[in-house]
């Protein structure tokens, strides 16, 4: 199984802040990354597929960058619907997911 | 817009077969360059893929559940299934339906149901 590790596990911020999660993984997804946000009481959302890029819809706050084993999630200035948890999971072998990165205001 | 919808019974007795159904909406399950998924998730275990299929019947299943987990798809009524043999109480979660881009392998998933919570209990 490819580990997905995420930090931090919870985030307080201020609305305007630049925000930034990341996922490691245990061997190298190459670019075989996605990002999901899930609200309370709802299914993820996709954010970001193949590390960087953006899915239909999606503000474009936010970005992802990375390859390998260290991927980033960046919210540029947050706003107050960004409230939520983040997942990164890879798809390089079979899928795994981190562990989720709360984040507070 | 695609749409995905979860049913299937929200309490299943332990040693049962779970079984679910997704129905899909704004999409044909026999869309080529797509496979169908499942998911579940628990507050203790987080988010976990349990296997995706196509419309022909290929399928993709984790290691960890691959020897209680079958799914198919019905293109006739444009619907695809999960059967979970032999639950116990760790099967507790919610379970979600997916649509799930395929290049060489499965990839992400861009589409979910809004989920079905399945409790197992007797």
């Known amino acids: 199984d490819i580990r997905m590790t995420q930090s931090p596990s919870t985030l307080s911020a201020s609305v305007g802040d630049r925000v930034t999660i990341t996922c490691r993984a245990s061997q190298s997804v190459s670019a075989w990354l996605a990002w999901y946000q899930q609200k309370p009481g709802k299914a993820p959302k996709l954010l970001i597929y193949d590390a960087s890029t953006l899915e239909s819809g999606v503000p474009p706050r936010f970005s992802g960058s990375g390859s390998g084993t260290e991927f980033i999630l960046t919210i540029s200035s947050l706003q107050p619907d960004d409230i939520a948890t983040y997942y990164c999971q890879q798809y390089n072998n079979y899928r795994t997911f981190g562990q989720g990165t709360r984040v507070d205001i | 817009q695609v749409q995905l919808q979860e049913s299937g019974p929200g309490q299943v007795k332990p040693s049962e077969t779970l079984s679910l159904s997704c129905s899909v909406f704004?999409?044909?399950?026999?869309?080529?360059?797509?496979?169908w998924g499942w998911y579940r998730q628990t507050p203790g275990q987080g988010l976990e893929w349990i296997g995706s299929v196509d419309y022909r019947g290929t399928s993709s299943y984790s290691p960890t559940l691959k020897s209680r987990v079958t799914m198919s798809v019905d293109t006739s009524k444009n619907q695809f299934f999960l059967n979970l043999m032999s639950v116990t109480a760790a099967d507790t979660a919610v379970y979600y339906c997916?649509?799930?881009?395929?290049?060489?392998?499965?990839?992400?998933?861009?589409?979910w149901g809004q989920g079905a919570l399945v409790t197992v209990s007797s």
């Open positions: 997916t649509r799930d881009p395929f290049l060489e392998w499965v990839l992400y998933s861009d589409y």
């Open positions: 704004g999409d044909s399950v026999s869309h080529t360059g797509f496979y």
